[in-house]
Structure formats: structure tokens, C-alpha cells
């Protein structure tokens, strides 16, 4: 065998110390590299997880979002027909003409044996609760008129009284007509 001096075996120990050094770093740095490997691969999978259940939430607030615009379409076209509905009732309410002063003959009150007085019928509880001036029972403030059959104006009032009673908010009296012809023109004149 060949001589080997101590400095030799001590030279080989320090070279084979120094290789088990290294070759335990590298084993330590492959372990944690498999560590950080397992962990990066953990975190991918949770990542892929998270963005498939996004993607999923996605699709459903899409669908949702879909089912929405259809459903406003939907009401758009009701309200569109709702709207030409009310112009039409709009126009058929300016286009028909109301009676302002329409004059209305009892006929459990008609006498043909008496001439006819007009009496005018107003009731400003019943006007109020019309809301608008051009509903038909804002009238009732205005008054409605009525022709009644009788002797004299006093009978005319008193027929219409049981119709139209004065604890219900009614008011009743003759009526000033503008047309030297009406009956009431000729009772104030006589």
C-alpha cells in the first residue's frame, strides 16, 4: 500500500467532510424545494378551485343578467302599451264632448198638466271629492240642472227636496237663466 501521510488523511477527511456538508445542503434544498413545490402546486389547485367556482358565479349573474333584460324588455312593452292605452284615452276624453250644463227631467215627477221650472241642484261635497275640474262630479259645485213639472217654483223645489235632501249636503233653488224664454224668466217678471 501506498504511504499516506496524516496530512493526506486529514487533507481526504476535510474533502469528505466538505462533500457531506454539501451533499446534506443539497438534500435540505431539494426537500425544501419539494416543500415549496408541494406548496406552489396546493395553491394552484386552490387557485383553479377559486376560479371555477368565479366562473360558475359568472355564468349564473350572466343568466341572471339575461332573464333581467328580457324581463325589462317585457315591461318596456307593457309600458308601452299602457302609454298608447292612456293617449288614446286621453284623446277619446278631449275628443268627446261633456255635457257642462246638461239639464235632467224626473220622470216620477212629470206632470203634464203644470209647466216646467228649472231648478238648479249643487252639492260642493260630492264637487270636492271629483279631485279634477274635468271630472263630471266637480259639476255637482256648479250645480246640475233640472226642469220639473209644477204649479209654481216653491212645489218645484219641494219635488226635488225628497230627491235631493238637504242634511245629505244638497242645495236647491231656481235657476238664473240667460235665455229671456226659460219659465224662470217669466215667474221672477210675474
Known amino acids: 500500500m501506498p504511504d499516506v501521510t496524516v496530512t493526506q488523511v486529514i487533507g481526504i477527511l ?3 467532510a466538505n462533500i457531506g ?7 435540505l434544498l431539494g426537500e425544501r424545494s419539494h416543500a415549496a413545490w408541494a406548496r406552489v402546486g396546493q395553491q394552484a389547485s386552490e387557485l383553479v378551485m377559486i376560479r371555477a367556482q368565479l366562473q360558475t358565479q359568472v355564468n349564473e349573474a350572466e343568466a341572471v343578467i339575461r332573464d333581467g333584460r328580457g324581463d325589462i324588455d ?3 312593452k307593457q309600458l308601452q302599451n299602457v302609454e298608447a292605452d292612456v ?3 286621453q284623446q277619446r276624453q278631449k275628443d268627446t264632448d261633456l255635457p ?4 235632467a227631467t224626473p220622470v216620477d215627477v212629470v206632470d203634464r198638466r203644470y209647466r216646467t221650472w228649472r231648478v238648479v ?4 261635497d260630492l264637487g270636492a271629492e271629483a279631485g279634477a275640474l274635468s271630472h263630471p262630479a266637480y259639476r ?3 250645480g246640475r240642472y233640472y226642469d220639473i213639472p209644477a204649479a209654481n217654483m216653491e212645489y218645484a223645489i219641494d219635488a226635488l227636496q225628497a230627491r235631493f235632501p238637504a242634511r245629505d249636503g244638497f242645495t236647491i233653488e231656481p235657476a238664473r237663466s240667460r235665455e229671456p224664454d226659460e219659465p224662470l224668466a217669466a215667474a221672477e217678471a210675474g
Open 100 to 103: 257642462v250644463g246638461y239639464v
Open 140 to 142: 255637482w259645485i256648479e
Open 21 to 27: 456538508i454539501a451533499l446534506m445542503i443539497i438534500i
Open 14 to 16: 476535510a474533502i469528505a
Open 74 to 76: 317585457e315591461l318596456r
Open 121 to 124: 241642484v249643487r252639492n260642493s
Open 87 to 89: 293617449a288614446a284615452v
